[in-house]
Nanobody, 124 residues
């Protein structure tokens, strides 16, 4: 089993930055790939960034490419999402997720374990 806890959300003005953290515990075999997703009420959940735990290969949604950076600290079982140049349309609940299938994982892949989310609000 995998337990994921997000932190770092909050309110920021457009153009600002936030860094989200995801603390993970449980089986590392169930955390082959980690990712960040976001969702706003009434909208479909969007995969925005993923990172393969071994090797660090990443994938990004076009909507965040060049502004967001996903990273990981495997020694401390923590994943991060550095969000720069935030826009009002980035406002959403952000979720950390883990996938237990070996092989490259991208933002369009299915993930199996989820955190409770952290809210990000960007004002114009």
């Amino acid at each position: 089993q995998v337990h994921l806890v997000e932190s770092g959300g909050g309110s920021v003005q457009a153009g600002g930055s936030l860094r989200l953290s995801c603390a993970a515990s449980g089986s590392t075999f169930s955390r082959v790939c980690m990712g960040w997703f976001r969702q706003t009420p009434g909208e479909k959940r969007e995969g925005i960034a993923t990172i393969y735990r071994i090797g660090g290969l990443t994938d990004y949604a076009d909507s965040v490419k060049g502004r967001f950076t996903i990273s990981q600290d495997n020694a401390n079982n923590t994943m991060y999402l550095q969000m720069n140049n935030l826009k009002p349309e980035d406002t959403a609940w952000y979720y950390c997720a883990a996938r237990d299938v070996f092989g490259f994982c991208g933002v369009a892949h299915d993930f199996h374990y989820w955190g409770q989310g952290t809210q990000v609000t960007v004002s114009s």
